[in-house]
């Protein structure tokens, strides 16, 4: 880490940092590393942070942009200027550091903006405040064992036999035997690159041979006219195992639909495009065939004229409006096919 230096510019080199995040900045998600110190009081300096599916941005909370810079970040896709970006201080009462850094890079530009970015803190507070959030998710996630009935947010007059849910703002009120897949399941992945229809689906195949072992185990353990000694938590740890496995089940399935549609997308895009393509060449070559023959009937023309004797210009005189330069006017429409409406150019391929 070196001591923080204001840069003369917004942009700076991929391969001034890319050591950085291939070894000091490390993979997993959430890692930090501070190419800059910051300022006590003022600001956290140049942080690189990890972010999902390899993802890196590198923020500095010390750069106060430019004019110069603004322009750079309307071009340049990686870079961002946020609103007070490098000026605004720290949302948090009593903390007078910048609050709004300005993104430096972002390997992924096209992914949604980063809390570091829009949440209006600086890098410390942001740090404590998401540690915070983690901590209330585990205590939850600790509280509610996995195959048991989430409890209600709160249940009134009529709702007594509904569990009250809070989604997108929205309070919605579930059946009491609703099972609820909240995002990816541990031992789960997300589709992405690399992970399509062929690797869900050979996990997806996996996972279901193992719950189908697991609930028939279940179901033996399970008989009491058969093991009168088994405990209820033997069989309560069997019954949670066989959930987790259709929950991971249940979860792939929809990533293998999902992935599914992707591919029926872009081979529809593909074969769109190619369509265009193939209609654009004909075209092409049909304007040029078009504009040959036109130039030769032309030719043959006026040969067959000076063959009967007449004198082309004095021919054009009896045409209205030759006076003007309309007939040279109708010859040119002639010459220039291009401008004639062709029917085929609307119609749009399915």
């Known amino acids: ?3 923080y230096q204001t840069s003369s510019s917004i942009y700076i080199q991929p391969e001034e940092f890319a050591q950085d995040a291939e070894i000091k900045l490390g993979r997993a998600n959430g890692n930090t590393f501070q190419r800059k110190s910051g300022v006590d009081n003022d600001h956290d300096g140049q942080i690189m942070v990890r972010l999902k599916k390899k993802r890196f941005i590198d923020l500095d909370y010390g750069l106060v942009p430019s004019e110069n810079d603004h322009e750079i970040a309307k071009e340049v896709p990686h870079i961002y200027v946020p609103a007070g970006g490098g000026r605004s201080t720290c949302a948090t009462k009593d903390c ?3 609050g709004v850094p300005v993104l430096l890079y972002d390997s992924e530009p096209n992914e949604p903006m980063s809390l570091y970015l829009r949440g209006g803190l600086c890098f410390i507070c942001q740090r404590n405040l998401n540690e915070k959030r983690r901590t209330q998710r585990k205590r ?5 064992p996995a195959g ?3 409890p209600s947010l709160g249940s009134g007059f009529g709702t007594g036999n509904c569990n009250r849910f809070k989604f997108n703002d929205h309070i919605l009120d579930l059946n009491p035997e609703a099972v609820v897949i909240n995002g990816p399941v541990d031992g789960a992945r997300t589709r992405g690159p690399g992970y399509r229809c062929p690797e869900i689906g050979t996990d997806l195949l996996r996972i279901v041979s193992e719950l189908s072992h697991e609930t028939l185990s279940l179901m033996q353990h399970s008989s009491v006219s058969q093991n009168v000694n088994v405990t209820a938590s033997s069989i309560n740890a069997m019954y949670k195992k066989a959930f987790l496995s259709v929950s991971k089940a249940t979860f792939l399935l929809t990533q293998w639909k999902a992935s599914w549609e992707e591919c029926i997308q872009n081979t529809a895009a593909e074969a769109a495009a190619t369509s265009e393509s193939v209609d ?5 070559a049909a304007s040029q065939a078009m504009l040959g023959g036109i130039i030769a009937n032309k030719t043959n023309s006026t040969a067959t004229m000076q063959d009967h004797g007449f004198d082309q210009l004095g021919y054009m005189e009896h045409f209205p409006g030759a006076a003007s330069g309309g007939g040279a006017h109708a010859m040119q429409t002639l010459m220039m096919p291009g401008d004639t409406q062709n029917n085929n150019d609307h119609i749009e391929g399915v």
């Not at 654009?280 to 092409?284: A, L, M, P, Q």
């Open 280 to 284: 654009s060449r004909g075209e092409v």
């Open 1 to 3: 880490m070196s001591e």
């Open 148 to 150: 048991e009935v989430m």
């Open 96 to 98: 007078q550091r910048i």
């Open 140 to 144: 939850k996630a600790d509280r509610q």
